[in-house]
């Protein structure tokens, strides 16, 4: 079956670096995203990695594993304006999208 | 002028009324999904369209029909809406030709069912 499995909640203090993680289980596998989601608001599209390795984009870069089913996303120079909730979502075949539940980060001064 | 819009933003319904949520996209965009959101659940697709003629069940279908009017006009509908279709909807739209095909969300409709 399919899978997806992210922490729930992660703190972090402004300026420092966070890593949240994701570890997915699925038969067919096209690539993996990363959306932010901001309370009550529409998820935004952060990233997207199809072939293993890491992809940087500003402050933000996604890692993917695709013989380990792992990504994680990296935050730097982290902003209060960070605070949201981070999406990892794979598609496996007909453009589906798995999410997982979302990691709530909290960043703090 | 946002891309993706919902209507309505907010509703209070009652158990069993029927209700028609929207939505429209300005984007082009042949691609067209319903997602439900809960607390601790994530995101999980209801239903999804690749273009107007095309109509597909996602993971939590029950309880839910849709429609796809035009290319730019996707609704779903809750034939007799219950308490535990209280949830935040999303519409999204998504290209097919583009790489990756990104899904792009609208603002949610936030739905209580009493």
């Known amino acids: 079956g399919q899978n997806i499995d992210q922490p729930t909640e992660m703190t972090a203090t402004e300026g420092a670096i966070v890593q949240i993680n994701c570890t997915y289980q699925t038969s067919g596998f096209n690539g993996l995203f990363w959306y932010q989601q901001h309370a009550g608001e529409a998820p935004t599209f952060l990233s997207y990695?199809?072939?293993?390795g890491l992809e940087e984009k500003g402050r933000f870069s996604s890692f993917l594993s695709r013989s380990k089913g792992y990504s994680y996303l990296l935050l730097k120079e982290l902003q209060m304006k960070d605070s949201a909730s981070y999406l990892c979502?794979?598609?496996?075949?007909?453009?589906?999208?798995?999410f997982g539940t979302g990691t709530q980060l909290k960043v703090e001064l | 002028d946002a891309d993706v819009t919902q209507t309505p933003r907010n509703r209070i319904t009652k158990t069993g009324k029927r209700i028609m949520l929207e939505c429209s996209q300005t984007?082009?965009?042949?691609?067209m999904y319903w997602y439900r959101q809960d607390p601790g659940l994530g995101l999980r697709l209801i239903y999804y369209s690749f273009d107007v003629k095309d109509i597909n069940k996602g993971e939590i279908s029950d309880g839910y029909s849709v429609s796809r009017q035009a290319q730019a006009k996707f609704s779903l509908s809750l034939e007799s809406a219950i308490p535990n279709q209280t949830a935040l909807y999303f519409c999204?739209?998504?290209?097919?030709?583009?790489?990756?095909?990104?899904?792009?969300f609208g603002p949610g409709t936030r739905l209580t069912v009493l």
């Open positions: 990695n199809v072939l293993d």
């Open positions: 979502a794979f598609t496996g075949g007909g453009n589906k999208l798995t």
């Open positions: 984007k082009g965009h042949d691609r």
């Open positions: 999204a739209t998504s290209d097919e030709w583009s790489v990756p095909d990104t899904q792009y």
